[in-house]
Structures are given as structure tokens and as C-alpha cells.
């Protein structure tokens, strides 16, 4: 593992005891404040939970997409969740082949917003659906007459990544947390003993046991890399493979790739720095850190700009009329304050990462990554919305404004998203120990070595 | 057209015609039997076959359960034309209405009439026999009513106003009034009384000739809609495109003159904007000129009279250039049959009379009077009094000179303009007596209402051309609590003491008339009986032989020296225009949801009334499309929302008729304005026929932005190979050099399976379409479409399968029409099918994209895949108030929300066939399925069938010269061919559209129009 | 049964005890730590983990599974679409892709569950500071002389504290 990179301040260096004291000092101790938040997550998620039973019972009329704008708020909050999903995997699995110590301290936290992302993520196709009672269409079970799903379909496609996605992220987070399961049993009493007893499956940390663990450790990292950059791939090709001029392109997967990974890192930040404050680990999690993320950050948002203007240029290099208005009409028409808006969040205020000034100010940091959330929900808007209002048959063109019903759905993706996490942060460490430990020992051992 | 179900006449499956000779006694009395159970059934409200699936144990001889019947009969309200049509009845309830081969519409039908359905089974329609007292209307039995309103008809000074009749129906009203000492007074309100007295002066002969658009080669129409509500569109707009048939060489030149491209003008090679009321000035001037070029006996004949109109005097007052003008002539009088059509509802005004007779004069001295103007087979229509003999009416019912007034089937209180002060002399009749089915404005007036049976509830006749008359007779059990008018009126009689009437029934009494008619015709000849029978399978008969008469009656001195008026100068202020539309008329379709979600042809507005204004009008007002303006004129004013049309003339406003109604039903309730308030009721005074133009108008806007639905994202196809447009010289030379290999399959039919003989194609051509959307409702009512509302259209969820884009293309000079007609291309390489994850849409053994309703989820993909968006999504599930579900087609099923709908080539009807050739051992034959939209056609602009038969009709079409395929760059290979709409006007080299994409944006089509108007 | 549990403070004096008591003949130990510590695997001559295979095995399932589900619903089920072949096998290698990785990921896990005998319970020389920062070794010695000579070991590797069981 790691060791050569790391970089934890010298002196006052915490023991392998306070790692396991601070850490997990956040399961213990309740806040007020913590109850507060997590009773306005369950309201804005019941809000939705009405909104959508009014949908199920009146129809998707109810929403505000019509034809030919078949598609809106759902599916871009979809994809805005599946792309939120990828840094965790990312920095778990990618930065870990690389080697890149500093992941340690956030993994963790990356990997949770992972599982949650996509669990949230998950409930749009589902959302979405004209006949939500009949999901089951979708899924390959032998019926009595023998029908089977359409495997040519992107949407089957969708299914079975995500699907894949989901599970291994699981694995490989409850992989991670087993060690760590194993410290909280042997820290709490009663109840928590017995609970994290049972999740930690009786981990004693034989050497032999370890030499297992890290093997799948490093195998899990192996496949969750090409998995990350599949889901997306395959999540951009439920447009890419569309005949929708502004969605029939070859750039897509990689586009969407790091459009996911960009949007991924900013949320890491978002959540990180508010929780690194709640709960007093700023020992473990440095500017460092973030100087780090800071920097993935800037270059996928090169890599976005690059494929927002890739994609101009194709428009216009291909000769094609009907795209070419497309895109002429996204920039200028109906839809233009989104598009200049996303253009702005992802693309020019990135561009202030360049200086370290900015990297190492987290409140500027913040206030970027945040700037980025919204700058990545509008993107999709803008891919998705603006290529089917402004097709090919001009007298079938139309807009779209999102309905109340749609919004508050959207709006109560992110209370169920939060809530998820916030109950993570109260039960789980939001770090991974073991890793953590791992490193001070070593610097224990010989930190002069280096 | 039948689908292939037991016809009527017993004459089994076989030939396309679905009735006709060998009708047996066993037939009639079938007949018979639904007319005994109408009669009989006084209580029976909703029929039997509503609430049952099959309602007896021993079905009656008629209804075959699960099995299509199919009746002849006629309609007399659907429009300005009798219509013949066959009455599809399953399980004891009609559900889809076809024109009938045998009468002058020649087996076509219009929107309106397919939507007498919707009439039928209007939940608003009266259920009963209602008295009004001071708590409202309360219900009566019929004895009662009967008896109370055969006293007050006893009690003299009697008037029965009813619409314009001809046949039995006329004889039987005359008599009926002279038999209770009551006045008849027969009314229609878009009615050709102008034109009949223009005849009379011209010829001495008041009817009203045929126009055989056919045989014309240069026709020029001075302001009727003739393909859309003027006299008989279904009949004149076959005839138009038959004479417009590239193919075989022909196109004869249209130019359409008046202030607005109605939706016949859209349909113009050439527009002259003649200023309101102008075209009798243009008519005249073009007169002379081609006079002058035939300098034949007939010109000699009106050179005094047409002397003082030359080009330059009428250039001013017309708006039109002296040199259009000779341009014109030059082209009428080196025509071989040219054919000028008089002004219609639209351009009439205070001169009516005059512009008729112009335009007589012009057809005298360019030769088509008497050769497409022709007077032997004149157009049968019903006479009636003029608009001022109405008012005259209003001044007696006011004085209290009218006792009891009975309104049957008329709806003046709606129809007459306010300022006629017709709803205030109402209030002045003690008896008012409606024999309407609806609770309309003069049936709410009403002391007692006797809701009359449905036309297609009721037996009747019609003379709808010289020496063939077509009879009405019922097609199933009355819906509700009605009886036949005429029933009604000869009990009244009878109670009322009058022995005239020695009949039971008006069934009787008007089969009498036609043994009458048999005597005469061939005193021993065929048994009454036989013939009787073979009638009313076919749905009517010859009568007597044509008129007896000369084409062309010679012209009367009185015309030759006609004194018409000078030509004036120019007006500078708006003025006004109304006119009717195909979906409403004169107000009678505003009750009937498919007809308020029918895109009107020329605005595409929906479920409203509009104002149309030019845009060069609209700019200084800072008005767009769908911003509230206030219409004013000396008689009133309505606020309605703007529509900015570039076909219409600067000075001139236009606002359709037949919305704004008071009383009538839940559906018009409310909707839209009536435009007739706007009319003072001034009315031409040779004819005393209303003026619907003319009247001096100001526009003011409100500020206020209301809502007008237009189903038309932006008006022009970019250029984008949808909308295609050539010239005519192009297509001929196209045509020439063009052969079809009767042997070569067409590309799409190599799109089906291999196995299957079959790969179902359609060919639409634009050069016949007209945009009257006969199609787009036939598929409404054949595929149990459901009708969305005003919102929702606004929201683009309206779920018409096949809908009619109208895109504009530029011309040299102003812009060219083209209605485009879009359903499922069921291409061969369909963009929606691998999307769908649950197989719902597929790829059929026989290349159609089948839908499976059952399975699908609503994931919606396949529709953002369909680059003709053609699919439609249930976005919630839409109820029919009872009784227009009875209407439903059982053989389609009725989609729930969240699935994904569309067509499918009427499915429905491609199995039903297939099932009786292979009943047979036969493939099925070309022409033997017919969708329902090609069915409705009037110009068979639609032909579908097989691609994989090589020499099939359709094939042969697909392969013609002018045939593409829309977004043919896709590679979708659509099923689905189109022809090339043809024209005569000059365009320019790049093709269609404002070439630069600036063209499109939503809010820009008003500033093509600015653009683009520069005559 | 009988032996020595020796807690350590450091993975140093860890390694040394271990290579010591293997020197003495000793290979029967139970080490616990409470970090993953490569140096102990060397040290203890732990050669590599078999839970590579089980991954291979679950990929080779998860991908022909997913050719069997793909190829065989088409043919049992097989309509067209847009013209393409039934056996559409370039749109099921999506499927494929993502089988093999779910089946690689889910064996795995087993494997590792097969071979460290989880879930089960401690075991009864686990002591909860292994969990914290202590690194535990236990030698099984007979009690006696033999017995003595470990625990001498063990202290002058530097084990804080030994707990000897008979």
C-alpha cells in the first residue's frame, strides 16, 4: 500500500489509539443540530413520495414533458445522480492503482456518496415510467408466455450496469468497512457491541486474514475501473445511441465519463469540508487533500470544456443543416440561459483552480464545487432537453418547463440523498480507520526514513 | 368504405362495393325492423346494445354480434352538401360513418360529417320532451307536449322555420302548413341567395350550376371556398384535383383574388390581394379584357356594359395592378376551358349580387358559361328566404304578429346577428317550440323542446343531384327519448284537428311520395316494391331524368346592360371578414370535441376563435400571435386573440365564424367569440343576403396576451426534404422522361419479412391535399382516438395520429401552401423499435412498426426517437362522458395512461381483410383494404397497399416521378411515400423556406411573414 | 489448548519475534494486527492469496451466463427490431461486460469469506487492543521448559505483555 506519498504533519502525529478515538468519536456523541437535519431530509422526502403517488394515480400528465419532449427533470436528475456515483469508485479503485496515498482519508466518504448516489440515481428509471406497476417488464424472469426483455435496448443496457455498478461499489465499501467493523465492536457494549459484532463477521485481523483481504482489495480495484468508466459510458449511450440530432454523437461516453468524475469530485467537496468540520477531523483530512481533489477537478473540467467545444465544432464540421441548427438554436433560443449557465459553472469558474491561493481557501473551494453541482445538473438539462425540443420536424417543435410535481421530486432526490449520508456519518467511521492507521504506523515505524 | 362485414344488401363479401343490387324483401324488412324499434321505442333510452355486450339471446336478424353492418343513408346537416354515406353498425350501434360510392361525394366524406357522430351521441342532447316553467325545464311526456303544442298551433298565426329541404321533406312541410294554416319559413345562414339572384338576372334560371373543375385548365376564384364550405367541397374538391392531375399531364392554373388565402386560396398557384369587396371590380376588368382579346359575339354583347372597368380604373379601389390584371385575362382567354368561381360566404358583401353577376358575366365572354359553368346538370341545394326576409320575420315576431313560433333544426338565435334583434322578438312569442335535438341558443328560448331524432336516427330523403334522390333511413335505435321531426309535427297536425294527413307515420307518407315518384317514372315498369328495395340498399335512386334543360341559357338583355357601379376609391380603413370554417360551418360542429381539437387548415388554432391579422398590422400594435385584440365595427366588438397571418391584406381583418356560443352543450359552451356580433346586418340589396365582409372595423390591442393553441411549432420546413414544392415545367419534364417498371418492387418492400407477401405502403400526394382534414378526423373515429382539450394541445399532448402540418414555402412572389399530412412512416428501419426495452414496439412479418399496447411500460424512448413524431403518449387516462363511448370501435383497442399510442395503417381493418382472403384462399387483393384516412379522402390523396406487388396502385405511385420520402436522409425507409406538391408559381432557385437558419426560432414565423409580403 | 500469547507494540518487534520463533522451529503461530502489514505476510512466508482464482472462476460464470441469457431469450423470443439480427451480439457484449465484472466482484468475496472461515467467531487468543494498536502473537508450546524458553523469547523481543495458557 501507499506509504512513501503520505503526508501527515510531523509533529504532534496522532497514535494508532487516537485514530481509533477520533474517528470514530462522531458514532458516540449525538448533535442536536444532526436531528434537525435529518427531520428536514424525511419531510422533503415525504413531499416527494406524494408527489409521485399523484403521479402514479393521474398519469405522468402530471409532469411537465409533453411531446416531443418525452424526456425532462427525471431522467437529467438521473443522470446527474449516476454521474455524482462515479468519484467514489474512482478514488477508491483508480487512485489506488495508482497509488496516490492521499485518497485514504476520503475514500471512505466517496465510496458512501457512491452507494447513496446511486441509490438514488436508481429510483428515477422507475420514476419516470408511464407504467411504473409494470417495472418488471423490464427485468429478464422467465413469465409464463415467455417474453424477454429487448437486450438491444440502451435502457436494458442502463439496467444491468447500474445494476453491477451498485453491487460491486457495495462490496468493495463493505470490504473496506470490515476492519473498521471489528475496532466499533470492540469499543462499544451492549446493543452497538452486538451489532457491529455481527457486521464485522467476526473479523480478528489474523495476518493470514489480511493477506485475503488485500488480495480482493487490489482485484476489486482492478474491475471497479473499467466498471466506472462503463456505467457512464453505457448511461450516455441511451442518448448517443438516439437519432436525436444533439445526442447522436461518438464523443459521448468519454464526454460523459468526465463530465461524471468532474461532478463526482465537486460533490466529494461539497460534503467533505462541511463534515470534516462537524466532526473535528482536521488532523486526518488537510488542504492537502483538497489541494489534490481541487486539481482533479480543474482538469476534468478541461476535459468538459473541451467536449462542449468538440462538440460545436462536429456540429458544424459535419455540414449537417438540422444539427447544425440544433446547436445554434441551444446557445441562442429558448434554452440559452441554461446553456450559458452551464458553461459558466463548469467550464470559467473552474478556471480560478489554477492558483494555489484558491485551491487551498476552502471556503472558495465550497463555493466552486457547489457552482459545479448545479453547472453539471444543467448540463444534462441542456443535453437532454434542449436536443428533443428542436428536432427534425420543424412543426413539432416545442418547449418544456418543469412542473411543481417534477421539481419537488428532484428536490426530494437530495433530501433522500442526504439523508442516506447523514445517517453513514452517524454510524459508520467517515474514514477509513485501518487505512489511516496503516500510515501512522509506518510513519511511527521509521517516519525519519524519508 | 365497409370492412368487409356483412353488407346490407346480403350480397356477401365479395367486390369492393359494400351494398348495391339484390336486396331482398328479407333486406327491407330488416330495414324495417330498426325503423319499428326507433318508432317504438319511446322509453328505451340508452339502446340495448350500450350496457350489454350482446344484448339478446336470440340477436335479432341486424345485429350480428361482433360483425360490422353496414347501412346506406344520407346526411343533409353535415355542411353545405348532402352527403351519401354508408353507416358502419355493429352490435346495434353506429361507430364510424363512410361516404357512399353511389351519391355525387362518390364514397368521400368530410371532417364535419364523419363528426355527425359526436352529434349523435352528444351527451348535451336533450333526452327527452321538456316543458319550461319557472323552475326551468321540466320533464313531459310526449302526449303531454303533443297536445299542449297542437293547442297552440291551432290557435293560428303559426311559423315553422326550418333549414333549406329538398325532397319529400319539402312537399310534406308545405303541406303540413297549409294544413294548420301556418307559415313555412325555410332559412340557412350561409345560403347562396345571392348567387340565385345573380343567376336569375343573368340567365333567368335561379339554380345553381355544376362547375366542372375537372375539365378546366385556368381557374380563378374570386373568394369561394369552394374546398372547403362553400356549396359542395367534398364533390368540387374531387373535381378541382382531378383537373390538377400532373400525371397525365395536367394542371390547370388557379388564381385565387380576395383580402385572405382561405383554406381554398392556400391551395392558389397565384394570389391577387383584391381589396374587401373589390372583387367584382377585378371580375369585371378582367371581364372586358378578355373580351376585348375574344372579340366574339358574346364579348360584343357586354362591351358597353364592361367599357368603363378598364385595369387601370379598378387599379386603385382593387389594390391590384392593371398589368396582374391583363396578365390574368390574357391567360383566361387563351385558355381551353377556363372557369371562374363566384366570391363565397366569405366575400359577400353589400354588393353580392353584383360580384356574382360579374363573375357570370366573366365566365359569358371567356367561354366557360355553359362548358365548366353548366346548367344541365345543375347543383340541387334548398331554397330559401334571404337573411332580409328573416329580419323582416324579427319585425313581425317583435309586433307580436307571430303566435307560436316551432324552430325545427334551426338555430337563429345563434345564427342570426345580434343586431337582427332576433333573441329579443324571440322573447315577444308566447309559444316557442323547438324541435331541436340540443338545448341550443333558440332551444333555450323554448316554452317546450321535442328533441328530434339524430339524422341518422330519422328517414328522410334528398334530391343531391337532377333525377337522384338518396334516402335517409335509421340506422339504429334512437339514443335517447326522441322522436322524428316530421312524426312529431304530423301528430301536432292531428291533435290540432287537421284531417290532411292520412298517413300514421312520416315514413309512410314520404314512401308514398316515392310511389308517386315510381308511378311517374315507370308506371308499370319494375315492381314499387322491388325497386323500393334496391333504393334503400343502395341508399337512393334515379327519380326522373335530369334537367331537361340547355347548359347555357342564353344571357338576359337585363345583364348585358347591367349598370354596375363605378369603381370608388380607396378606402383606407380596416375592414372586415368572416367566414366560415370546415370544422365549425355555421356553428353546428362547435358541440363536437373533434371539431374544437380540429387544427383549423389555415391557422392550426384549436379549441378557440381567432383574430387573423397581417403582420405589418400586427407590428405597429405590437401584437403576436395569441395577444388579446379588440374587434370593433358600429354593431359591436369582440376580444379574441391575435393570429399574424401573412395571407391576408394589410388593411383587412379576419375572425371565423361559428364559436361563442351562449347554449348548445358543455363542449362550445363559452368557446372562442361569435363573430356575428361584429355584423350590423347590413345586407346586399338585390338579394337581401347578409353581409359577412365589408364592414369598416377598428383594432385595438388590449395588452393583455390570451391563449391561442396552434398546433404548428414554426411554419416552415428549413429546407429539411419534408415539405416539397416544384414547379410545374420541373414535374412535367419530371413526368416525361419518367417511366415506371411495372415489374420493380419498391425500395421499402424489401422492409417485411420474406416469407410474408405482404409490406403495407401508403402514398400521400401533396399535390391533391387540400388540408380539409376529412383524414385526420376519419382516424379519430376509426381508431377510438381520445380528444385531449385546450390544455393539453397547448402542452403538445394532443393524440391525433395523423395530423396536417401546413408549411409555408417561399415563392418569387409572396409564398406557396403545401398541407402535409404526417402519421407513422412504419418505416422499414424504424428508429423506435431497438430502443423500446420490453419489445412494445417491434417489427411486424408485414413491415408495419406494431405497437403492443399491453406491454408497454412508458419509458417514452421510442417517441424521442421517431424523428417524425408521430407517436403519441397517454398522459393520463381520458374519459368519454356516456353516450359517445357507444361510439367506440370495438375492434381497436382503448389505450389507458401511460402507454405509448400510434398508427398502425388501421391495423384493424389490414387483419380484417387478410381474414376473409384467407376465408377465400386468396391473398388479399389490391384495394381491397382502404385505412380510413384514404377512405375519407376527397381528392384520394391517399392510396395505400401492398409494396411487394409490384403493379399494385400504390407501388405504381410510389415509383412515380414526384415521389420522396420525408427526412429520406435518415434512412429510416418510411413505408410511406410522398408526392411532390406542383405548382405553377415562379420559385426561387434555392427551393422552400428562408434558407438561414435564423428562420427558426419559436417566435419568428411573424417576421417571415413581414419579410416576405412585398406584392 | 496450551501456548503463548505475546502482544506487541510495534509491526518491528512484531517481525523480529516471528522470524525468530521460525528460526526456533515454531511455525504454528497465530499473529494478529490490527493494520494490513505486508512485512508480517513476508515474515510469517504467507505465499500468495487463492482468492485470485475464485475472481477468475466468477468472471468466466457472469460472462457465460450473460451469453446464455442474451442469446437464448432472443431465440426463444424473436422478433425484430430496426432490421437488426436477432442474435444482436454486439449490443449483448454490454451485458456480457457487465455479468463478468458482478460475478468476478461477488466471488471474489465469497473466496475471501471461504478463506478466512467468516462470518465465525473470535477466536479465543483475540484480544480487543488487536483492534486498536497492539499486534498479538500466539505459539503453540507445550507447557514446560519448552514453554519457558518462548516466553524468554518473546519478552526480549520486546512483547509488552504475555498471557501464557496451559
Known amino acids: 500500500m501507499a506509504t512513501a506519498e503520505i503526508d501527515v504533519p510531523r509533529e ?189 463477521l467476526g473479523w480478528q485481523g489474523t495476518v493470514r486474514d489480511w493477506s485475503h483481504y488485500r488480495r480482493l482489495y487490489l482485484y476489486l480495484a482492478g474491475i ?118 452551464m458553461v459558466f459553472c463548469n467550464v470559467v469558474v473552474p478556471m480560478s483552480l489554477w492558483f494555489k491561493r484558491t485551491r487551498n481557501s476552502l471556503k472558495a473551494l465550497f463555493v466552486i464545487s457547489v457552482l459545479v453541482n448545479i453547472g453539471m445538473w444543467y448540463e444534462r438539462f441542456v443535453i437532454i432537453v434542449t436536443s428533443l425540443a428542436h428536432e427534425y420536424d420543424p412543426s413539432a417543435w416545442q418547449v418544456y418547463t418543469p412542473s411543481l410535481t417534477e421539481l419537488t421530486i428532484m428536490v426530494g432526490s437530495f433530501a433522500w440523498f442526504f439523508f442516506w449520508f447523514l445517517l453513514f456519518a452517524k454510524t459508520l467511521p467517515t474514514i477509513s480507520i485501518a487505512e489511516v492507521k496503516e500510515h501512522l504506523a509506518h510513519e511511527h515505524e521509521h517516519g525519519n526514513g524519508h | ?190 345560403g347562396l341567395e345571392a348567387q340565385r339572384t345573380a343567376q336569375r338576372i343573368a340567365f333567368d334560371r335561379d339554380e345553381i350550376p355544376t362547375y366542372a ?8 376564384c374570386f373568394g369561394a371556398d369552394f374546398l372547403g364550405t362553400w356549396l359542395g367541397p367534398v364533390e368540387l374538391a374531387g373535381r378541382f384535383v382531378s383537373g390538377r392531375f400532373v400525371d397525365h399531364g395536367v394542371q390547370a392554373k388557379y388564381t385565387f383574388v380576395g383580402p385572405r388565402l382561405s383554406l381554398s386560396g392556400l391551395k392558389a398557384d397565384e394570389w391577387l390581394p383584391a381589396r374587401t369587396g373589390s372583387e367584382t371590380l377585378v371580375a369585371l376588368a378582367t371581364a372586358r379584357e378578355v373580351a376585348r382579346r375574344k372579340a366574339d359575339g358574346r364579348a360584343a354583347r357586354v362591351e358597353a356594359t364592361l367599357a368603363p372597368f378598364t385595369p387601370e380604373a379598378v387599379e386603385e379601389a382593387s389594390g391590384i ?170 301528430q301536432m297536425a292531428a291533435a290540432a284537428g287537421s284531417d290532411a294527413f292520412d298517413v300514421e307515420d312520416y315514413r309512410s307518407y314520404f314512401e308514398s311520395v316515392w310511389r308517386e315518384l315510381h308511378g311517374r317514372m315507370y308506371g308499370a315498369g319494375p315492381s314499387f316494391e322491388e325497386w323500393w328495395h334496391e333504393n334503400l340498399s343502395r341508399g337512393g335512386g334515379a327519380v326522373g331524368p335530369g334537367f331537361p334543360s340547355d347548359p347555357a341559357p342564353s344571357l338576359t338583355a337585363a345583364a348585358a346592360n347591367y349598370r354596375f357601379a363605378a369603381p370608388g376609391g380607396e378606402g383606407d380603413d380596416l375592414t372586415l371578414v368572416t367566414y366560415p370554417t370546415v370544422q365549425f360551418y355555421d356553428g353546428r360542429g362547435a358541440n363536437r370535441p373533434w371539431m374544437q381539437e380540429f387544427p383549423d387548415a389555415v391557422t392550426k388554432a384549436v379549441w378557440n376563435a381567432w383574430v387573423e391579422i397581417h403582420p405589418d398590422t400586427a407590428e405597429p400594435l405590437g401584437v403576436e400571435t395569441g395577444d388579446l385584440v379588440e374587434v370593433r365595427t358600429e354593431a359591436g366588438s369582440v376580444t379574441a386573440p391575435a393570429y399574424v397571418y401573412r395571407g391576408i391584406r394589410v388593411d383587412t381583418v379576419a375572425v371565423p365564424l361559428g364559436q361563442g356560443h351562449t347554449a348548445y352543450g358543455r363542449t362550445a359552451e363559452g368557446r372562442g367569440v361569435n363573430a356575428l356580433h361584429l355584423l350590423d346586418g347590413s345586407a346586399d340589396e338585390r338579394s337581401g343576403a347578409l353581409a359577412f365582409s365589408g364592414a369598416a372595423v377598428t383594432l385595438t390591442a388590449t395588452g393583455r396576451s390570451g391563449k391561442l393553441v396552434v398546433m404548428q411549432g414554426h411554419d416552415y420546413d428549413e429546407d429539411r426534404e419534408i415539405s416539397e414544392i416544384i414547379h410545374f415545367d420541373d414535374a412535367m419534364a419530371a413526368v416525361r422522361e419518367h417511366h415506371v417498371d411495372l415489374t420493380a418492387l419498391v425500395e421499402a418492400a424489401y422492409d417485411s419479412d420474406p416469407q410474408s407477401p405482404y409490406r403495407w405502403g401508403m402514398t400521400i400526394d401533396l399535390n391533391a391535399c387540400t388540408g380539409c382534414g376529412a383524414c385526420v378526423t376519419a382516424c379519430y373515429a376509426e381508431n377510438n382516438l381520445p380528444v385531449v382539450g385546450e390544455d393539453l394541445c397547448d402542452q403538445g399532448r394532443e393524440m391525433s395520429w395523423m395530423q396536417i402540418m401546413r408549411y409555408f414555402e417561399e ?83 382503448v389505450r389507458s395512461k401511460g402507454v405509448m399510442e400510434k398508427c398502425t395503417f388501421c391495423v384493424q381493418r389490414i387483419n380484417r381483410a387478410k381474414l376473409d382472403a384467407k376465408a377465400e384462399g386468396r391473398l388479399v387483393a389490391d384495394g381491397e383494404i382502404q385505412t380510413a384516412c384514404m377512405q375519407s379522402c376527397p381528392t384520394q390523396a391517399i392510396v395505400f397497399g401492398n409494396l411487394k406487388d409490384p403493379a399494385s396502385r400504390v407501388s405504381r405511385i410510389a415509383k412515380g416521378s414526384r415521389g420522396y420520402r420525408m427526412l429520406d436522409e435518415l434512412n429510416t425507409r418510411p413505408a410511406v411515400t410522398y408526392l411532390k406538391s406542383v405548382t405553377h408559381a415562379a420559385l426561387p432557385a434555392g427551393g422552400h423556406g428562408p434558407g438561414d437558419a435564423h428562420g427558426a426560432t419559436e417566435s419568428e414565423p411573424a417576421e417571415h411573414g413581414a419579410a416576405a409580403e412585398h406584392e | 489448548m496450551s501456548g503463548i500469547l505475546a502482544q506487541f507494540e510495534t509491526l518491528g518487534a512484531t517481525r523480529q519475534a516471528i522470524e525468530r520463533l521460525r528460526a526456533e522451529g515454531h511455525s504454528e503461530l497465530d499473529v494478529f494486527s ?133
Not at chain 2, 345543375?378 to 334571404?386: D, E, K, L, N, Y
Request: aromatic fraction near 12%; hydrophobic fraction near 45%; proline fraction near 7%.
Open chain 2, 811 to 893: 415563392a418569387e412572389e409572396g409564398f406557396q401552401t403545401v398541407h402535409f399530412p404526417t402519421l407513422c412512416q412504419q418505416c422499414g428501419d424504424a428508429p423506435c423499435e431497438p430502443v423500446c426495452p420490453v419489445y412494445a414496439a417491434y417489427h411486424t412479418a408485414e413491415g408495419l412498426n406494431g405497437q403492443i399496447y399491453n406491454r408497454c411500460v412508458g419509458t417514452r424512448y421510442c417517441a424521442n426517437n421517431c424523428p417524425y413524431k408521430v407517436r403519441r403518449f397517454n398522459w393520463f387516462t381520458y374519459e368519454r362522458p356516456y353516450p359517445l363511448n357507444l361510439q367506440l370501435n370495438p375492434d381497436v383497442t
Open chain 2, 321 to 490: 395592378t392593371a398589368e396582374r390584371i391583363r396578365d390574368l385575362a390574357r391567360e383566361i382567354a387563351g385558355a381551353r376551358s377556363p372557369l371562374a368561381l363566384p366570391p363565397g360566404i366569405a366575400g359577400q358583401g353589400v354588393g353580392a349580387t353584383d360580384a356574382h353577376l360579374a363573375v357570370a358575366l366573366l365566365n359569358y365572354v371567356s367561354g366557360a358559361h355553359g362548358d365548366t359553368v353548366r346548367f344541365d346538370g345543375a347543383t340541387i341545394r334548398g331554397r330559401h328566404v334571404p337573411y332580409a326576409a328573416m329580419a323582416g320575420l324579427v319585425r313581425r315576431m317583435g309586433a307580436g304578429e307571430v303566435e307560436t313560433l316551432i324552430v325545427a333544426g334551426s338555430n337563429p338565435a345563434y345564427s342570426m346577428p345580434a343586431s337582427s334583434g332576433f333573441a329579443e322578438a324571440l322573447a315577444a312569442v308566447p309559444n316557442v317550440i323547438s324541435l331541436n335535438p340540443h338545448l341550443d341558443e333558440t332551444a333555450t328560448a323554448a316554452g317546450w323542446v321535442l328533441p328530434s331524432h339524430h339524422e341518422l336516427e330519422a328517414w328522410g330523403d334528398a334530391l343531391v343531384r337532377p333525377g337522384y334522390m338518396a334516402i335517409a333511413q335509421p340506422v339504429m335505435q334512437p339514443v335517447f327519448d326522441t322522436r322524428q321531426r316530421e312524426d312529431v309535427l304530423l
Open chain 1, 224 to 341: 471497479a475501473t473499467p466498471l466506472v468508466l462503463s456505467v457512464h459510458s453505457v448511461v450516455s449511450w441511451d442518448f448517443a445511441m438516439g437519432i436525436v440530432p444533439g445526442w447522436h454523437s461518438t464523443i459521448f461516453a468519454p464526454y460523459f465519463v468526465a463530465g461524471a468524475i468532474f461532478s463526482g469530485i465537486a460533490m466529494v467537496i461539497t460534503i467533505t469540508i462541511p463534515l470534516r468540520w462537524a466532526f473535528g477531523l482536521e488532523k486526518y483530512v488537510t488542504t492537502y487533500h483538497f489541494d489534490n481533489m481541487a486539481k482533479l477537478l480543474l482538469l476534468t473540467s478541461l476535459i468538459v470544456g473541451y467536449a462542449y467545444g468538440m462538440e460545436y465544432f462536429l456540429a458544424w464540421f459535419s455540414a449537417d443543416p438540422i444539427e447544425q441548427e440544433s446547436f445554434r438554436w441551444r446557445a441562442t433560443g429558448f434554452y440559452a440561459g441554461p446553456f450559458w449557465i
Open chain 2, 213 to 220: 373543375l375537372e375539365r378546366a385548365d385556368r381557374v380563378v
Open chain 3, 34 to 166: 490490527p493494520i494490513p502489514a505486508p512485512e508480517l505476510e513476508e515474515a510469517l512466508g504467507i505465499v500468495a492469496s487463492p482468492v485470485g482464482r475464485w475472481a477468475l472462476i466468477g468472471g468466466a460464470t457472469g460472462f457465460l451466463t450473460a451469453v446464455a441469457l442474451t442469446g437464448l431469450t432472443a431465440l426463444a423470443y424473436p422478433l425484430v427490431t430496426q432490421g437488426k439480427p436477432i442474435l444482436s451480439w454486439p449490443a449483448y457484449f454490454i451485458i456480457m461486460f457487465e455479468m463478468t465484472i458482478l460475478f468476478t466482484g461477488l466471488f471474489g468475496f465469497l473466496g475471501v469469506l471461504h478463506h478466512t472461515r467468516r462470518p465465525g467467531r473470535l477466536s479465543a487468543h483475540y484480544r480487543p487492543t488487536f483492534s486498536v494498536d497492539r499486534f498479538g502473537v500466539f505459539v503453540r508450546a507445550a507447557a514446560g521448559s519448552d514453554q519457558r524458553d518462548v516466553e524468554a523469547l518473546l519478552r526480549s523481543t520486546g512483547a509488552v505483555e504475555v498471557e501464557v495458557s496451559a
Open chain 1, 12 to 200: 504532534g502525529l496522532p497514535t494508532l489509539a487516537d485514530a481509533n478515538r477520533d474517528i470514530s468519536r462522531p458514532i458516540s456523541t449525538p448533535y442536536g443540530r444532526y436531528w434537525i437535519l435529518l427531520g428536514i431530509c424525511g419531510a422533503l422526502i415525504a413531499a416527494a413520495g406524494v408527489a409521485w403517488t399523484i403521479q402514479i394515480r393521474d398519469g405522468m400528465g402530471v409532469a411537465g414533458i409533453n411531446n416531443p419532449v418525452n424526456w425532462g427533470v427525471y431522467i437529467v436528475t438521473f443522470v446527474f445522480w449516476v454521474g455524482i456515483a462515479h468519484s467514489g469508485t474512482l478514488i477508491s479503485a483508480v487512485l489506488y492503482l495508482v497509488r496516490s496515498g492521499w485518497r485514504t482519508t476520503i475514500n471512505r466518504t466517496a465510496e458512501a456518496m457512491t452507494i447513496f448516489a446511486v441509490m438514488t440515481a436508481g429510483l428515477f428509471p422507475l420514476i419516470h415510467l408511464g407504467r411504473v406497476w409494470y417495472f418488471y417488464y423490464l427485468v429478464p424472469y422467465p413469465s409464463t408466455r415467455l417474453l424477454w426483455p429487448n437486450f438491444r435496448s440502451p435502457l436494458v443496457w442502463d439496467m444491468f450496469a447500474i445494476g453491477t455498478y451498485f453491487t460491486i461499489s457495495l462490496v468493495f465499501w463493505y470490504l473496506g468497512l470490515i476492519p473498521d467493523l471489528a475496532v466499533l465492536r470492540d469499543r462499544f457494549t451492549g446493543i452497538k457491541k452486538r451489532l457491529y459484532g455481527a457486521f464485522s
Open chain 2, 1 to 190: 368504405m365497409n370492412d368487409g362485414g356483412v353488407r346490407h344488401d346480403g350480397s356477401g363479401a365479395a367486390g369492393p362495393e359494400p351494398t348495391g343490387d339484390g336486396a331482398t324483401r328479407r333486406e327491407f324488412l330488416k330495414v324495417l325492423g330498426v325503423a319499428g324499434a326507433g318508432a317504438a321505442a319511446t322509453a328505451c333510452g340508452p339502446p340495448d346494445a350500450g350496457d350489454k355486450l350482446i344484448s339478446y339471446l336470440i340477436p335479432p336478424e341486424d345485429i350480428i354480434p361482433g360483425t360490422n353492418v353496414t347501412y346506406a343513408t344520407v346526411l343533409t346537416g353535415a355542411g353545405p352538401e348532402p352527403l351519401g354515406v354508408h353507416a358502419t353498425v355493429r352490435d346495434g350501434r353506429v361507430i364510424k360513418l363512410e361516404g357512399n360510392p353511389d351519391s355525387p361525394n362518390v364514397g368521400r366524406l368530410s371532417a364535419l360529417a364523419h363528426s355527425a357522430l359526436q352529434d349523435l351521441y352528444d351527451p348535451d342532447r336533450v333526452p327527452g320532451p321538456r316543458r319550461r316553467t319557472e323552475a326551468g325545464l321540466v320533464e313531459a311526456s310526449w302526449d303531454e307536449a303533443i297536445a299542449a303544442t297542437a293547442a297552440a298551433v291551432a290557435a293560428g298565426r303559426t311559423v315553422l322555420l326550418t333549414p333549406p329541404v329538398v325532397g319529400s321533406a319539402a312537399r310534406f312541410y308545405q303541406e303540413w302548413a297549409e294544413a294548420v294554416g301556418a307559415r313555412w319559413v325555410a332559412w340557412e345562414p350561409l
